[in-house]
């Protein structure tokens, strides 16, 4: 029996053996009973640079980084200078085919959530969500140059009454000038003026207004309104509480735009002394503003909200507690699986569900070293590793939301585009390369330290590259393309020699030149004259590290669940896999077309019967003969035919 449907769900950067740990022990039991109904791949390795774009490129295409060109999570194009990179986010700067084209090109449907890099959409009947960034109210493409990411229409904020990093402070005083007010002991108000950090375009200023109310014992609940007016409250909260979804208008250079959002009173103390409140990201709800295909689509924002870079900076600056941060994930994977629920249930054609979820990787980037025994110390290792625990509790619970719309026909892959590891000791190409001569600095009218073009033969670019300033290519370019190769060969025998003096290690464990570089995936002209790879005891959780690599708890392995029809049931698989063979095995399985540019191989020692569709070929010849024969007989019996 082939399968009918396939779901492909993706997480960012788990580490998969402890993905695989935590579901043995029962903790995961969704992603447990995959693993026990289908196969686990014990090698997954993921191409270099271990990063998103690329990655997740490569799994819906099944082509290697060289032949796709998403190169890094910034691209470099020739003739731009060495030193101008930009987001590589859209689906325009992906030269192989995905596996939704090919699908279309047979008459089937893809619903696509929040898969990195693959906005705009590339076929007219997909359905998409996101893809614009890492979740849906995150953009990464079209922003003005020297920008980065953006929000449409804030990124989280936090009011309080101290002074602390990043908080919008506010300061109480005795309520005056409202209507319609509560009894009470004692009243405070305060003035809450809205900020639009990372905002995508320009939000005009607005004013909240806070009554703090102390109804006999102390001050107990506050009040959120637009006006001065207690009966219009749009939240009335307890310490610990949050609100229901919220919707309100905002007047923005591009019009008054709906946005939905929650809040959270994270403390307030009875003396209100001590005010916290947590505002979540302001999410637009505009069709127009939000990646959404075809545009009728209407999100569940009432079921969640998508977290973004604010939430996790608000739990790195201590603005939030552990248990908030685990709270706004559980919303954003809840909000990410009704989505799935919601498309599959319209579009009940769907041939194929491609979603993503980046949980893993902030979290890791944001506390991994208080995880791992290695860097953490105790008190702080028992908290982060529940919030560890929690998350993928999470995810295990919005996995089990989407898989209840699918049946026994379906092919289930969860596939992560990298793992991660602790953050270790520092390393700078840069000052290797400085070193050796080879790049050099110059001050700058401002006083700021930039690199001078006219003395630098070489320069570190994105995560693994190095480019030679070369004349004729590079806009500043100085080495003469006769010199070369000898510039590179003094490159890499830089970087080899180089040992990192306080840890007496050799921070780079390889270095190709660009033409060798084929045999790891690496080619074409999006990335640098050099590929280099980092031992795991430098630098941060991934990037510029091998998918071998390891560090205590850490592992840069891909993770790699497969079950359905035709699979394996409760499989180790031993043999190394690589995310271009996901595609190439789904299409065999389903009977799909190729994507045009896929270079992966099945994995055979994942099928049950891996002859099956040999088999299936011969057993339809000998019925095709036996029918040919009988018609042929059947034909013959009063008359004679001419046979074609």
Known sequence: MKPNKAVIIGFDAPIAKRVYEFALKGELPTIKKLIEEGVYAENCLVPLPTITPPNWTTIVTGAWIGTHQVSCFNIWFPGWPLNKTVPAFTSKFCRAEYIWNALERAGLRAIVINWPSTWPPTAKNMVQVAGTGLTVNEWRIDLPEGTHVAVALADAQVFCTEDLPLANKIVLKEASGWANLPEAKKLLEA????????????????????????????????????????????????????????????????????????????????????????????????????????????????????????????????????????ECIDMEHKFFAEIAVMLMKKYSDWALLCMHFHCPDWAYHAFINKIDPATASPEELKDYQRAELEFYKSLDRAVARILEQTDENTLVVIVSDHGAKATTAKYSVAEILEKAGLLAYKIDEEGNRVIDWSRTKAVPQRSCYIFINLKGRDPHGIVDPKDYDKVRDEVIKALYEYTDPATGRKPIVFALKKEDARIIGLYGDTIGDIVYAVSPYFGGQHGPHLPTAEYSIGSLKGLLIMKGPGIKKGYVLKRTVWLTDIVPTICYLMELPIPRDCEGAIIYQALEDPDIKIKELKELRKKCEKLKEALEKTMYLTHTYEMP
């Open 191 to 326: 003035e809450l003026k809205l900020e639009y950090r990372r905002a995508k375009f320009k939000v005009r200023e607005k004013t909240w207004y806070m009554l703090v109310v102390d109804e006999g014992e102390g001050f107990s609940k506050v009040a959120l309104c637009e006006e001065k007016d207690y009966s219009k409250a749009f939240a009335v909260l307890r310490p610990g509480e949050w609100s229901k979804t919220i919707y309100q208008k905002f007047d923005t250079e591009r019009g008054v735009k709906e946005a939905a959002f929650r809040v959270k009173l994270l403390e307030l103390s009875p003396d209100a002394s001590k005010v916290r409140l947590l505002v979540t990201p302001l999410c637009c709800t505009d069709p127009k503003e939000i990646p959404v295909y075809p545009e009728d689509i209407k999100l569940p924002y009432d079921v969640g909200l998508p977290a973004t870079h604010g939430v996790f900076d608000a739990l790195n600056l201590g603005l939030i507690d552990i248990d908030t941060w685990i």
